[in-house]
C-alpha cells in the first residue's frame, strides 16, 4: 500500500512567486492534514479536512496562504504571493476515520524562498 | 502551538544502552502518540497510548503514560545505530482530531 505521497520534494523559488504542494493521500483515509515544521516554531498543523471539506484553518498563516481538496486522492497548499519567512518543510498526513488512528505523513516538501 | 514540551532536548548514548525520553503536557487528552522523524524524512508513527492506560508495549518500545501528573515517557531498550533519529510526543484532545506536538528530542546512538 502506498504511503502519502507529496510533490515537489524540494521546491527553491523567489519571493513573490506563486508555489503550490501537492499531496495525495492514503486511500480510504477520510482526514488530511497539511503541517509546517520549522527550526522556530516546530511542527505545526495548519489547516486539516474531513471528506474533502475543510474543518479547521485556524493554523494558517494569513491570507497569502490557500488549501483545497477537491476529490479525495488529491490535495493542494498553495502560498501566494511567497515570502522568505515562509521557508520551511511542509508535510502532509492523512488518517482514517475513528478514533484512536495515527497519522501517516509523507516525505514533505522542503521549501526555500530567496 | 505545541502542548507537548519533551526532556531532554538531546540525548546521546552508545549502541546497546537505553534511552529514555518524557513528554509532559498541559490540557485533558483522549490518547498521546509517539512518532520518530529521520533526518530529511517524515514522521513515523511508533505507538498510541489512550487516556484510560498507562503502559504500552511495542517491540523495544515501552511507554507509559500518568494522566495525573499529565506526562509520558517513551523507552528503547537496547537501542540500536538505526534508532538515531528525532522523537516526538504528540496528543490529541477529546472530541478533536487535531495532534499537537512537542518539540521533540533529538536521540543520538553511538557504534
Known amino acids: 500500500d502506498a504511503g502519502v505521497i507529496q510533490s515537489p520534494r524540494h521546491e527553491v523559488t523567489e519571493m513573490g512567486q506563486e508555489v503550490t504542494l501537492r499531496c495525495k493521500p492514503i486511500?480510504?483515509?477520510?482526514?488530511l492534514f497539511w503541517y509546517r515544521q520549522t527550526m522556530m516554531r516546530g511542527l505545526e498543523l495548519l489547516i486539516y479536512?474531513?471528506?474533502?471539506?475543510?474543518?479547521?484553518d485556524s493554523g494558517m498563516p494569513e491570507d497569502r496562504f490557500s488549501a483545497k481538496m477537491p476529490n479525495a486522492s488529491f490535495s493542494t497548499l498553495k502560498i501566494q504571493p511567497s515570502e522568505p519567512r515562509d521557508s520551511a518543510v511542509y508535510f502532509c498526513?492523512?488518517?482514517?476515520?475513528?478514533?484512536?488512528?495515527?497519522?501517516?505523513f509523507g516525505d514533505g516538501t522542503r521549501l526555500s524562498i530567496l | 502551538s505545541q502542548q507537548g514540551e519533551e526532556d531532554p532536548q538531546a540525548l546521546s548514548i552508545q549502541e546497546g544502552e537505553n534511552a529514555t525520553m518524557n513528554c509532559s503536557y498541559k490540557?485533558?487528552?483522549?490518547?498521546l502518540q509517539w512518532y520518530r522523524q529521520n533526518s530529511g524524512r517524515g514522521l513515523v508513527h511508533l505507538i498510541l497510548?489512550?487516556?484510560?492506560?498507562r503502559e504500552k508495549h511495542s517491540g523495544r518500545l515501552r511507554v507509559t503514560l500518568d494522566t495525573s501528573k499529565k506526562s509520558s515517557s517513551l523507552l528503547i531498550t537496547a537501542s540500536r545505530a538505526a534508532d538515531t533519529a528525532s522523537y516526538f510526543c504528540?496528543?490529541?484532545?477529546?472530541?478533536?482530531?487535531?495532534?499537537?506536538f512537542g518539540a521533540g528530542t533529538t536521540v543520538t546512538v553511538r557504534a
Open positions: 486511500s480510504g483515509h477520510d482526514y
Open positions: 498526513a492523512s488518517r482514517p476515520d475513528g478514533s484512536n488512528q495515527p497519522q501517516h
Open positions: 490540557t485533558s487528552i483522549n490518547n
Open positions: 479536512f474531513n471528506n474533502n471539506v475543510p474543518i479547521d
Open positions: 504528540a496528543t490529541v484532545r477529546s472530541n478533536d482530531y487535531k495532534l499537537s
Open positions: 497510548i489512550r487516556s484510560n492506560e
